[in-house]
């Protein structure tokens, strides 16, 4: 099927809300009155680029690039992807690996020295697509910090 990878537009909040129940189902939606605000601000910074699968019109899958200016090697930035994720239905469709091969060109045009991403799935497929993609395991470790334990 005919597909488009693209950045989000601002009309688009509620289908990627919709789309983020297939990241976490159990997860806590945000707080209403701080919504509309806080899209805004996401949606208006230039360091943070929400991607998108368009299917027909229907947003299938997403990804979020952030660009972090640095001081170190040579002052490139860095990237970081995060909310890695494609409708249940439209799963190994090639959707995933199209979308991250658009936001690493994206953040190599950005002269990033790397981009790093985090999963928190163990199983080998889910591991094996990431590195089919481009990324490499076992080079850093990882660490997360949460408030309170998850």
């Not at 229907?58 to 909310?83: D, F, H, K, Q």
Request: with cysteine; aromatic share 8%.
């Amino acid at each position: 099927m005919t597909y488009a990878i693209r950045r989000i537009n601002h009309d688009e909040l509620p289908a990627l809300l919709n789309l983020y129940q297939h990241l976490h189902e159990d997860d806590i939606d945000p707080p209403e009155e701080a919504l509309a605000s806080l899209w805004d601000e996401i949606i208006n910074d230039k360091h943070m680029n929400i991607l998108v699968v368009d299917v027909g019109g229907i947003i299938v899958a997403s990804c979020v690039l952030v660009t972090i200016r640095n001081l170190t090697r040579g002052a490139r930035p860095y990237g970081l992807i995060e909310n890695v994720v494609t409708h249940a239905d439209h799963r190994r469709n090639g959707y995933g690996k199209a979308l991250l091969g658009v936001a690493l060109q994206l953040a190599w045009e950005r002269n990033c020295y790397k981009v790093m991403l985090l999963t928190g799935r163990k199983d080998e497929p889910t591991l094996r697509f990431y590195e089919e993609v481009g990324f490499i395991g076992g080079i850093k470790t990882g660490f997360v910090a949460y408030p309170e334990v998850p």
